[in-house]
């Protein structure tokens, strides 16, 4: 059974850092791609940034390049989301992801970011 736990949200004051982690299970890790999304109030759910399998491709939203870094330890079986430079505008639900085998999408719980002073 696939499952994708998030963790690291909190709330930090705006130009904090935090670092997102999802631990996956279940599946073979280190050959799919992993994705972290956000979902803000009354927004549709964005895509933030993706990782290849091996960790040497990575894509980011426009809105977080240059203060977010993705990134993926197989051995582990865990992808990261390193945040920095953080704002009020980043708060949401960050939610681990995958496409597994035959197209089937797995989504992790997600994790409550609020940037606030």
């Known amino acids: 059974q696939v499952q994708l736990a998030e963790s690291g949200g909190g709330l930090v004051q705006p130009g904090g850092s935090l670092r997102l982690s999802c631990a996956a299970s279940?599946?073979?890790?280190?050959?799919?791609?992993m994705s972290w999304y956000r979902q803000a109030p009354g927004k549709e759910r964005e895509l933030v940034a993706r990782i290849s399998s091996a960790g040497g491709s990575t894509n980011y939203a426009d809105s977080v390049k240059g203060r977010f870094t993705i990134s993926r330890d197989n051995a582990k079986n865990t992808v990261y989301l390193q945040m920095n430079s953080l704002k009020p505008e980043d708060t949401a639900v960050y939610y681990c992801?995958?496409?597994?085998?035959?197209?089937?999408?797995?989504w992790g719980q997600g994790t409550q970011v609020t940037v606030s002073s």
């Open positions: 279940g599946f073979i890790f280190s050959i799919y791609a």
């Open positions: 992801y995958t496409q597994g085998g035959r197209g089937i999408n797995y």
